[in-house]
């Protein structure tokens, strides 16, 4: 549990600087920069997790205990992210043309672009760490760049380096693309076995349905805020990405839990430590509810809206979102067990419809209900998500009996 806690650990610290850039970023630039920033990272994101193909989960499902293949594959597999990153860069490149340019500057969404190596390793790079077994060093690498930003905000903060926009997010995405790079290199040279087309296009084939499946569960937040730019002022855009982060902070207890769920699936296998999965799935979700109180009282005091008087009262929005923990949590430790007894293919069809009917009444939602109605989509999306998830694991869960 040793390493399960300092993995936790460093998730928490990695949420602690996101958390101080963010408040930095909200004092100084207010909700209007929150929204550019919201806008901005959520193309990048989109368009990394999409290249992302997800090749983890396919690295672990492919190699599973094999370690002599783990080592054979690993270069391949890291060549194969660079490239689509190179490709999602381009792609953002086109999108930001057609539909962003009159939002995002040239030179914003360059700084914005540097970010999405960060967005598509962050698909792959965890679960490639931990098939390896090798979570702790990410964790080390992970701590030390983001200690960088903790301090490069309270510089910002204290103007001792200029606190414009540009600056600000220049800076904050060199040292976030510094981060990755040394995470992607420290495992192994990319470029020391030769990567041949067939080999991409079967890694992309091996991966498709864990794909899917992770991209109708994932890109919903990001949709919304891409959607709803085109429909909501840019301050009260600010605010949904102000909240859309805090739950984020939540979530964080999830994707720890998963990491460890992946390491059994990887060395032990997921039905041999069903008790101890469970366990950590419970905590999860109490710990992450005594937070979201703790949260929203801190959203309810004086003392929060006085200091960020621009963005008003989000008590009430926020409890609308915290809706969206039961179905969050409980996708992220299904999953690993999906994979290793191929089930996917399940997950993927329910998430995709679910993913595809939530689409369709995003527009006329936030045209009707503003803010207010993308705060409710936001929840929506993963209450349906749960149901989802409990109607596969009652078909699947006669495996424990």
């Not at 730019?229 to 982060?245: H, P, R, V």
């Not at 999830?254 to 032990?268: D, L, P, Q, T």
Request: with cysteine.
């Amino acid at each position: 549990m040793k390493t399960y806690f300092f993995t936790l650990f460093v998730r928490f610290f990695v949420a602690l600087s996101g958390v101080v850039v963010f408040f930095v970023s909200s004092k100084i630039f207010g909700p209007e920069g929150r929204g550019i920033f919201g806008l901005g990272t959520s193309i990048v994101s989109f368009f990394g997790l999409f290249f992302s193909f997800n090749l983890g989960r396919s690295f672990l499902f492919n190699t599973k205990s094999n370690l002599a293949k783990k080592k054979s594959d690993l270069p391949k597999f890291l060549l194969s992210n660079l490239l689509f990153i190179i490709l999602g860069i381009f792609v953002s490149i086109l999108f930001w043309f057609v539909f962003a340019k009159e939002i995002l500057s040239l030179k914003i969404m360059a700084a914005f672009l540097l970010l999405l190596p960060y967005y598509l390793w962050t698909v792959n790079g965890s679960t490639i760490y931990a098939t390896m077994n090798k979570t702790s060093i990410q964790d080390l690498i992970i701590l030390f760049y983001r200690t960088s930003l903790i301090i490069f905000a309270l510089l910002i903060y204290y103007l001792i380096i200029p606190h414009d926009f540009t600056t600000f997010i220049y800076i904050y995405s060199f040292i976030i693309l510094t981060g990755t790079v040394v995470e992607i290199f420290f495992l192994d040279n990319p470029f020391k076995q030769k990567l041949r087309f067939n080999n991409i296009v079967q890694y992309i084939n091996l991966s498709k349905s864990l794909h899917v499946d992770y991209i109708a569960f994932n890109v919903y937040q990001l949709v919304l805020m891409i959607f709803s730019a085109s429909m909501i002022e840019l301050k009260e855009l600010g605010k949904l990405n102000f909240l859309i982060q805090i739950m984020n902070f939540l979530f964080i207890l999830s994707i720890v839990g998963s990491i460890r769920v992946k390491k059994y699936v990887a060395h032990e296998g997921f039905v041999s430590n069903f008790r101890k999965i469970k366990l950590l799935y419970f905590f999860s979700i109490f710990t992450s509810t005594i937070l979201a109180a703790l949260i929203f009282f801190i959203l309810k005091s004086s003392f929060f809206i006085d200091y960020f008087s621009n963005f008003g009262n989000l008590s009430n929005f926020f409890l609308i979102t915290c809706f969206s923990i039961p179905g969050y949590f409980t996708y992220q430790f299904i999953y690993p067990f999906l994979i290793e007894y191929n089930f996917i293919n399940l997950s993927m069809k329910i998430n995709l419809l679910i993913f595809m009917i939530m689409a369709l009444i995003t527009f006329p939602v936030i045209k009707v209900y503003g803010f207010y109605g993308s705060a409710m989509l936001f929840s929506t999306f993963y209450l349906l998500i749960l149901i989802g998830q409990i109607y596969i694991w009652k078909k699947i869960s006669i495996i424990f009996k």
